[in-house]
């Protein structure tokens, strides 16, 4: 089974979209594996935040987790029920499967060990999985275009990132505005926990 894990992951990272055509990424165990790639995914982008911030590791992998459901939602409702193709009538928990599974790139993380491998890894794993979940969802939906793979992975990070700064805004309005400093703190950590707009944790 953890031969089987590693092949998900590695083939994934190699951008491989017959992953998700595949009948056997999609088994029985393919929503643990998912859920793993997730909570390591969030470990690593704390980790690799910790050289700059003090993140917990605990919470970034529990965000990591709400943020993949997140993810799985939007890419189901634009993909399934509002924009579909003909062949897109597949389950939730498929989709969920994939977009776990997309985010195996981010384990790359890991090796982001020294302050000046930080930044070129995160922005590097980003796009990374940006390009794997494009890869993932027009596979999972069977759709004919990449176009319209990248529109649904674009329209839902979209709606995310506007979710978590209209959450970014209401906290800081409830702070004293001559409070810059504590304000600028809470918009760090609130990106951070939402995984979306703060690089050093983000889960696309």
């Not at 491989?16 to 982008?45: C, H, P, Q, T, W």
């Not at 794997?132 to 990132?161: D, P």
């Not at 906290?171 to 703060?198: C, R």
């Amino acid at each position: 089974m953890f031969a089987q894990f590693l092949s998900i992951v590695f083939r994934s990272i190699k951008l491989d979209k017959n992953l998700y055509r595949e009948s056997k990424s999609f088994g029985e165990a393919a929503i643990y594996f998912a859920a793993l790639i997730m909570v390591l995914d969030g470990v690593a982008g704390a980790i690799a935040a910790n050289t700059f911030y003090k993140t917990s590791i605990g919470l970034s992998a529990i965000t990591a987790i709400l943020t993949w459901f997140i993810w799985a939602i939007f890419i189901f409702v634009i993909g399934v029920k509002i924009f579909p193709d003909k062949d897109s009538k597949v389950p939730f928990k498929k989709i969920l499967v994939a977009v776990g599974i997309a985010h195996a790139p981010g384990l790359l993380r890991f090796f982001a060990i020294t302050p000046t491998m930080v930044m070129p890894i995160i922005f590097l794993t980003q796009l990374w999985i940006f390009a794997s979940l494009i890869i993932s969802t027009r596979e999972v939906l069977q759709l004919k275009s990449n176009f319209k793979s990248f529109g649904i992975v674009f329209l839902s990070f979209l709606i995310l990132a506007i979710l978590s700064v209209s959450f970014v805004m209401s906290k800081m309005n409830s702070l004293p505005i001559s409070n810059a400093t504590q304000i600028g703190n809470i918009v760090f950590e609130t990106l951070q926990d939402l995984h979306i707009l703060n690089p050093m944790s983000i889960k696309l």
